[in-house]
Structure formats: C-alpha cells, structure tokens
C-alpha cells in the first residue's frame, strides 16, 4: 500500500496525562465512538504515543476494539526507550500490556533528549489524516500537538468538547 493511502487510513491521538476522576467515563465513552465513527469512515491504522493518561486509554481503546474490528491496528509512537522509567509500577505494568498488543513500536528518540517528545507528537501528525485528540486547556504539548495537527491540514475531533 502507497504511503498516501496509509496516511488516509491512520487515525492519531494526542491528549491530556491528566484526566480528571469526574471525567474520566465520559472521556473513555467519548473516545470509544470517535473510534468506531473513524473505523466507519475507512480508518483502520491508530498511531497512539504511549503516555499515560489520554494516550493510554486511546491504546486500550484500539485493543478493546479489536475484538469487534479484527482489521484495526494499533501502532505505538513511543519517544524513547526509557520513558517509563520515574512511571509507577501500576502504569508500567499497563504500559508493558500495551506494548505486548500493539501491531507495530516506532522509538523516535533510543535515549531521553529533550526534543523526543516532540519528535514522537510530529511523526504521530505527519503520518496521519485524523486526530482525535483530549484537548482542555490551549497551552502545553497537547495543544501545540493539535496545532500543528491543525497546520498540516488534518481533521480535528477533540472530545472534550463534543
């Protein structure tokens, strides 16, 4: 497949760590059918960044649907290496689960540089045609995701204002 199809067909994510507890359900029931609505409209490849937060849930969102999508992928975006490192032994774990499911890892950074997270946000955008996208604040690496997102001309969904 041309690298112009795939682009057509991946969706990325990019949102908040922070979730809060009052949120968090309607969040995930949010993400969930802007999912599906994306699998509807032709996507089926799901870049998502591998932090916890927003870009966890979108992962285990992709994995969950995978049960009733078989021909979705999920493809990990990850800034480097050691990103889990100062991470709790609970988001480890879950992060390990998602390692373990995604269809295909991309390492943008092998060490910690103080540009790998911005490395991993523009390769997620730049290979995509969709971001769905958690987005409560416009400061931050979220928002300058979503805005360079917005400057390559890809559709925008952002769920916490639907």
């Known amino acids: 497949m041309k690298t112009k199809d795939l682009k057509s067909r991946t969706c990325c994510f990019t949102g908040h760590r922070r ?3 009052d949120e968090y359900e309607t969040v ?3 993400l969930r059918d802007a999912v ?3 699998i509807q409209n032709g996507y089926c490849y799901f870049g998502a960044g591998g932090s916890w937060g927003f870009d966890m849930l979108a992962a285990q969102t ?3 649907l995978k049960e009733l999508y078989p021909n979705i992928y999920l493809i990990l975006v990850l800034p480097c290496k050691i990103q889990t490192k100062y991470w709790s032994v609970d988001n480890k ?3 390990d ?3 373990c499911s995604a269809d295909k890892v991309v390492w943008t950074s ?3 540089t103080r540009d790998c997270m911005f490395k991993r946000n523009r390769h997620l955008v730049d290979n995509s045609s969709l971001c769905i996208c958690y987005l409560t604040k416009d400061t931050g690496g979220t928002a300058f995701t979503v805005e360079y997102a917005f400057s390559k001309r890809l559709s925008i969904v ?3 204002s639907l």
């Open 93 to 95: 774990k879950e992060y």
């Open 110 to 112: 092998e060490e910690y």
């Open 62 to 64: 992709v994995i969950e």
């Open 19 to 21: 979730i809060p507890v």
């Open 28 to 30: 995930k029931l949010r």
């Open 36 to 38: 599906i609505k994306a």
């Open 97 to 99: 689960r998602i390692l």
């Open 158 to 160: 952002n769920i916490s």
